[in-house]
């Protein structure tokens, strides 16, 4: 376990201490007003940034592994097998096998949300390349587009449904993940939520505020998914 | 560039790897510019093979393959099936575009300019039967026969000299498929490209071929002729089955009571009537149902054009 640092008050980020947060009610409005500006919303940008880092670099990695697997279909199951390894380690794990490495360092945090991305988006974009009807690649070939042309105007374009759905998983699974990450140092919304649960009496405000937040912010990523394939998936 | 192209297959065969009998045997085909030609023959016959070494999505092993003298080696693939027409079965329309942009993939590839592409795509809509206004709607939005207009005008949009067609009309029910071939027949009229059909279905050919060329397993040419000449001498028992022990009623199917010569009007007036549009076969399924031995013929006006005797269908037939 990291260590906080410091001693830590009864209540974090006590302020002005209303009843319902010295008696730890349920949920303290008053609290999140005023911590909103330096609690939960640096928290949430950071959880935001490393979710996005993390499925961008994932997606690219997933992408040219696809690419080549569809290319050479021998590649396909090498890569399949490794990628269910990956998924199997738990993220605790993963994290701490990583400190001794890399450290308390974005590294150590992105690596692992960055594998479990990619393993969820690479059987995907793989799925996505292969429903391409085998009659319309036979019409593509036949009217003389080049290989490249195939892929681009014609498979990547089709695939495009699988490959957001993989997106959505990936970035909902993210989220949830990077949770754990705040074990690694303050990164994300997991940190207060670990804060206020390593009270004494663990500050429920908090851990339900930062908790809505990590719920929120996945929902959101999922409409923003959504709405980007109602946009370019016109269709079916 | 030129309207049509004429299409020479010399001594082509083709071997499929990890199989020992070849998928095309020496084939040797010529086929004149416009002609509509038709492959048939049952599965195993090489139609289609032969078919996609056209456009070289199979390469042969022996033989050569020229359209309008040149050897279709000669060129890059890619550029040599920009400058043939392909309509498949079940067309292959990309889902992801719509019919315009279907249309317009070859010119596309052509760089044509965006005024020439969307006047070309509109012409072509008129040409198969299909609105304006279809250009805007999505391959799943359309019909399997509207689907199937797209498949043709996308493959004509380039005006390529040369149009192979893959069974294309397989996956439609009966009464969309003859609408669809009678109208690949006009627009073959109008258009005056070589075509080259492949089928499994006899009566497809009989209908829609100019020239026939008949393909048994092991992609032996069976017969290369008109559908008549086929009719009337099938070059072996092979062909004789495969044509269908009908052949006599099938061959005069092909011919219309216009241009068959007709006996002068007798007196009789209760004979049954036929319209001159119809077929010699029908003017002898008539005869049989109503036990006639002639039938009186009528022009569209409701005139009498004269009379078909039972024996002039034995006399065409020897012909």
């Known amino acids: ?236 | 560039m030129p309207s049509a192209a004429e299409i020479v297959f010399d001594r082509v065969t083709k071997r499929y790897a990890g199989r020992e009998a070849a998928a095309l045997q020496e084939l040797t085909l010529e086929i004149p510019a416009g002609t509509f030609c038709v492959l048939v023959g049952p599965s195993g016959g090489g139609k289609t093979t032969a078919l996609k070494l056209v456009n070289r999505l199979i390469p042969f092993d022996e033989g050569d393959i020229r359209i309008d003298g040149r050897s279709i080696t000669e060129l890059p693939a890619v550029e040599l099936r920009r400058g043939i027409g392909y309509v498949i079965q079940q067309a292959g329309l990309f889902p992801h575009m719509t019919v315009g942009e279907n249309i317009e993939t070859v010119p596309r590839l052509l760089g044509w300019e965006r005024e020439r592409r969307r006047a070309r795509t509109g012409e072509l809509l008129a040409l198969v039967g299909l609105e304006a206004t279809d250009a805007k709607r999505y391959p799943a939005q359309l019909s399997g026969g509207q689907r199937q207009r797209v498949g043709l005008a996308r493959a004509l949009a380039a005006d390529p000299p040369l149009l192979l067609m893959d069974e294309p009309f397989g996956a439609l029910d009966p009464i969309t498929r003859h609408r669809l071939q009678l109208e690949v027949r006009r627009l073959h009229r109008e258009v005056t490209k070589t075509v080259i059909f492949v089928t499994h279905d006899v009566d497809e050919a009989i209908l829609m071929g100019d020239r026939i060329a008949i393909l048994r397993e092991g992609g032996v040419l069976a017969q290369y002729d008109t559908p008549d000449a086929v009719l009337a001498r099938p070059a072996d028992d092979f062909v004789a089955r495969f044509i269908g022990e009908d052949r006599a009623l099938r061959r005069l199917a092909l011919r219309t009571l216009l241009d068959v010569p007709l006996d002068p009007l007798g007196r009789r007036d209760e004979l049954p009537q036929v319209s001159d549009h119809s077929t010699v076969r029908n003017a002898v399924s008539l005869m049989l149902e109503t036990g006639a031995d002639r039938v009186l013929v009528v022009g569209d006006d409701g005139g009498a054009r004269g009379e078909l005797p039972l024996e002039r269908a034995t006399e065409l037939l020897r012909s």
């Open chain 1, 1 to 236: 376990m990291i260590a906080a640092g410091g001693p830590e008050p009864v209540i974090p980020n006590f302020g002005h201490g209303s009843a319902c947060v010295t008696g730890n009610h349920l949920f303290c409005w008053s609290w999140v007003r005023e911590h909103w500006s330096d609690t939960l919303e640096p928290h949430l940008v950071q959880h935001a940034e490393l979710t996005v880092i993390a499925v961008a670099i994932g997606f690219a990695i997933a992408f040219a592994l696809a690419l080549a697997s569809h290319r050479v279909r021998a590649l396909d199951q090498p890569i399949a097998i490794v990628a269910g390894l990956i998924y199997t380690i738990p993220s605790l794990v993963a994290f701490q096998i990583l400190i001794a490495f890399s450290g308390l360092s974005n590294t150590t945090v992105l690596v692992p949300l960055i594998g479990y991305s990619l393993v969820i988006l690479y059987p995907n974009i793989v799925a996505g390349l292969r429903s391409v009807p085998p009659g319309v690649l036979e019409a593509a070939r036949g009217m003389g587009l080049e290989r490249r042309q195939v892929l681009w105007r014609v498979e990547l374009p089709l695939a495009l449904p699988a490959i957001i759905a993989g997106l959505r998983i990936a970035v909902v699974s993210t989220v949830a993940i990077a949770t754990v990450a705040s074990l690694v140092g303050d990164r994300g919304l997991g940190y207060p939520i670990f804060l206020a649960m390593r009270l004494p009496t663990p500050f429920k405000t908090e851990i339900y505020s930062a908790g809505a937040l990590v719920v929120a912010l996945a929902l959101a990523f999922d409409l923003l998914l959504v709405a980007t394939r109602r946009a370019l998936v016109r269709w079916t």
